[in-house]
């Protein structure tokens, strides 16, 4: 089983900058890639970006250009920055790990991102 601790959410004013991280723990071997998704209120959870495991990114539109998702496989971690931030990013945030070709998956707990002046 591999566990996901989120930290670096809060409040930050329209145009400001957050860096997200989420650290792997336990069961890791293997892991094929990992996202950030967010869910805001009244809406569906929403994949945000996702890293592979060779280092390929994607994003969705909405954060094309404002947003980086980066891995160091060396501490287990994944990294959400949040650049030219919109109040519509506000959204609890969570980080997937994801096992191709299997119905394996872990979530984090979330973390609260507020955009707001």
């Known amino acids: 089983q591999v566990q996901l601790v989120e930290s670096g959410g809060g409040l930050v004013q329209p145009g400001g900058s957050l860096r997200l991280s989420c650290a792997a723990s336990g069961s890791i071997f293997n892991i094929d890639s990992l996202a950030w998704y967010r869910q805001a209120p009244g809406k569906q959870r929403e994949l945000v970006a996702i890293v592979t495991s060779g280092g390929s990114t994607n994003y969705t539109d909405s954060v094309k250009g404002r947003f980086t998702i980066s891995r160091d496989n060396a501490k287990n971690t994944v990294y959400l920055q949040m650049n030219s931030l919109k109040p519509e990013d506000t959204a609890v945030y969570y980080c997937?790990?994801?096992?191709?070709?299997?119905?394996?998956?872990?979530w984090s707990q979330g973390t609260q991102v507020t955009v707001s002046s």
């Open positions: 997937k790990a994801i096992w191709n070709g299997t119905p394996l998956y872990s």
